[in-house]
């Protein structure tokens, strides 16, 4: 049985981009005769508003489709993300990172920093201390070197059978758990998309670099493999991919213009994006 999840992040109102990814993974669930799950990803206390998490059912709705019960809330779970980042430091896995992004960014532009690398390693080598962290804020992060010593490098398998083996170079020493959030993305993701049952990921393809740090996760905190499904990503018809920060149109908006939700969605399991991004670019949102 195939078990699919749409797991979007309360930030702001749901667009286009999103939409294709949730009847993606809807239409796979449906298909198989399997689940579909919806899950609130509002680690982000920052930004999250109730008011967003309202509109995600709305939206939901409106686009016809139907998930299964309960909604997984990642609000509500930092307990568990807690268990497996002291599974992983028991094992020496992670390491705490005092840093702060302006240290990160003064390090990488030195002469000897590594400008192609997301982070340059510099808390890697300090003894843990207790008492430091009590008193200093600090995230956790992967010592990927240790990691991959012990799980080697991962693989995973897209729906459509081919199978791609991660290279090092895709997995540095990414935090787990931020000084703000108990847990960052990836290691939420792996742990509750372990925890629902979760066969198949369905998502965008700019989250396919996700993949192997978060199959290497999996293979060290012994969770089940799912398969992957990488999908095109809704754009701007200038190429540019929708996202909330450049305020793409919004379904409220489409919503309120009177577009059918139902044909939006039948129109976006076809795959007819071009007609669907040209009436993303040429509709203002709220």
Same mark, same amino acid.
Request: aromatic share 6%; with cysteine.
């Given at each position: 049985?195939? /078990?699919?999840?749409?797991?979007?992040? $309360?930030?702001?109102?749901?667009?286009?981009?999103?939409?294709?990814?949730?009847?993606?993974?809807?239409?796979?669930?449906?298909?198989?005769?399997?689940?579909?799950?919806?899950?609130?990803d509002?680690?982000?206390?920052?930004?999250?508003?109730?008011?967003?998490?309202?509109?995600?059912?709305?939206?939901?709705?409106?686009?016809?489709?139907h998930?299964?019960?309960?909604?997984?809330?990642?609000?509500?779970? #930092?307990? %568990?993300?807690?268990?497996?980042?002291?599974?992983?430091r028991?094992?020496?896995?992670?390491?705490?990172?005092?840093?702060?992004?302006?240290d990160?960014?003064?390090?990488m532009?030195?002469?000897?920093?590594?400008?192609?690398?997301?982070? $340059?390693? #510099?808390?890697?080598?300090?003894?843990?201390? $207790?008492?430091?962290?009590? +008193?200093?804020?600090?995230?956790?992060?992967?010592?990927?070197? +240790?990691?991959?010593?012990?799980?080697?490098?991962?693989?995973?398998?897209?729906?459509?059978?081919?199978?791609?083996?991660? %290279?090092?170079?895709?997995?540095?020493?990414?935090?787990?758990?931020? +000084?703000?959030?108990?847990?960052?993305?990836?290691?939420?993701?792996?742990?509750?998309?372990?925890?629902?049952? /979760?066969?198949?990921?369905?998502?965008?393809? %700019?989250?396919?670099?996700?993949?192997?740090?978060?199959?290497?996760?999996?293979?060290?905190?012994?969770?089940?493999?799912?398969?992957?499904?990488?999908?095109?990503?809704? #754009?701007?018809?200038?190429?540019?991919?929708?996202?909330?920060?450049?305020?793409?149109?919004?379904? =409220?908006?489409?919503?309120?213009?009177?577009?059918?939700?139902?044909?939006l969605?039948?129109?976006?399991?076809?795959? +007819?994006?071009?007609?669907?991004?040209?009436?993303?670019?040429?509709? =203002?949102?709220?």
């Amino acid at each position: 049985m195939i /078990v699919t999840r749409f797991a979007p992040s $309360p930030t702001g109102r749901l667009h286009l981009g999103h939409a294709f990814s949730a009847v993606s993974g809807h239409a796979r669930a449906l298909e198989s005769g399997g689940r579909f799950l919806l899950r609130i990803d509002d680690l982000d206390q920052g930004r999250s508003r109730p008011e967003f998490v309202d509109g995600i059912y709305e939206d939901m709705e409106w686009l016809g489709l139907h998930w299964d019960e309960p909604v997984l809330v990642q609000s509500q779970r #930092t307990d %568990d993300y807690g268990a497996a980042l002291d599974r992983l430091r028991e094992r020496g896995l992670v390491y705490a990172c005092f840093c702060t992004r302006a240290d990160i960014a003064q390090s990488m532009a030195a002469p000897h920093g590594d400008a192609a690398a997301s982070y $340059p390693g #510099t808390c890697r080598p300090l003894h843990d201390n $207790p008492e430091r962290r009590a +008193k200093t804020p600090h995230s956790w992060r992967l010592d990927s070197a +240790k990691a991959l010593e012990i799980a080697g490098l991962p693989s995973w398998t897209e729906t459509d059978g081919g199978r791609f083996d991660a %290279d090092a170079s895709q997995i540095g020493d990414v935090i787990l758990a931020r +000084k703000d959030a108990p847990a960052s993305y990836h290691l939420s993701c792996v742990v509750d998309d372990a925890a629902s049952g /979760v066969t198949m990921v369905v998502r965008g393809a %700019d989250l396919r670099p996700s993949t192997p740090t978060q199959r290497l996760l999996q293979v060290l905190l012994d969770l089940p493999e799912p398969t992957y499904r990488h999908h095109p990503l809704v #754009t701007h018809k200038d190429g540019r991919r929708l996202a909330k920060r450049d305020l793409a149109p919004t379904l =409220a908006a489409m919503r309120e213009g009177g577009v059918d939700g139902i044909r939006l969605a039948r129109d976006l399991l076809a795959e +007819k994006l071009p007609l669907v991004s040209h009436f993303a670019t040429s509709r =203002a949102g709220p």
